[in-house]
């Protein structure tokens, strides 16, 4: 995210002159050009969406004949320029939030590049991180139409071989996926799973 470091990249100069906030857009490009996740008309969920540039992302590509879900305790600052976008201020953990994403529900992807507050203890991260992807598997599990796609981040740590186990179960494939842009020495991966059972 722009902010999240202190001196801005060539990936974060570039996210902002193309109207991003956010570096993370060419991880979501980098994966939908690799996998289609997603494609003109479709209906899609971004959890952990602030501020804002996949789902901006996500609109433009749709063409203005799909539409965006997106959720994050912060608000949206991306400007979302064209198509069909609702946005709910909350805690993706939350139940009232999870009714309030069933409304728009079945989505043909969901995504989540959901992160929690760093406490430098990585044991402790990876935990929170793994909890954010099991969430998003369970929005998945009930609002994500049969056929449809999932990506979801994950701070790498020992919770990675049990969710690529669930994932597999539950799509037709499954791997795990470090797209180009992620900052050097960062301990991400990004969680595909490619066509619900
Ligand atoms: C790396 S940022 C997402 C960047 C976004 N994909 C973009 O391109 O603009 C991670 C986001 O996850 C959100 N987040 C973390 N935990 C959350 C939770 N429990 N519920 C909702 N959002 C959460 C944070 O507020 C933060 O905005």
Redesign the pocket.
């Known amino acids: ?1 722009a902010g ?1 470091y202190s001196k801005p990249d060539f990936w974060t100069r570039r996210a902002l002159s193309e109207g ?3 570096r ?2 060419y991880k ?1 490009k980098e994966m939908n050009e690799r996998f289609s996740l997603f494609r003109r008309g479709d209906a899609v969920l ?10 901006a ?1 996500v609109l433009r590509q749709l063409g203005g004949a799909g539409r965006v879900t997106a ?4 608000p949206i600052c ?1 400007k979302m320029e064209e198509g069909d976008f609702t946005f709910i201020q ?4 939350d139940e009232s ?1 999870r009714d309030r994403v069933r409304e728009g529900a079945p989505y043909d992807a969901v995504l989540c ?5 760093t406490t430098g203890n990585r044991a402790v991260d990876t935990a929170r991180s793994s909890a ?1 992807v099991e ?1 998003a598997m369970g929005y998945a599990a009930v609002m994500l139409k049969s056929g449809g796609n999932f990506a979801a ?1 994950l701070f790498q740590g020992s919770g990675q071989g049990d969710l690529l186990k669930k994932l597999r179960e539950d799509f037709t494939s499954a791997r795990g996926y470090k797209p180009q842009a992620c900052r050097s020495g960062s301990f991400e991966v990004y969680l595909i799973g490619l066509g619900k059972r």
């Open positions: 995210m999240e991003y906030p956010a993370s857009v979501l971004d959890l952990g969406a602030a501020p804002g540039s996949w789902s992302f959720v994050d305790i912060l991306a909350g805690d993706l953990f939030v590049d959901a992160a929690p507050s954010l969430t981040k």
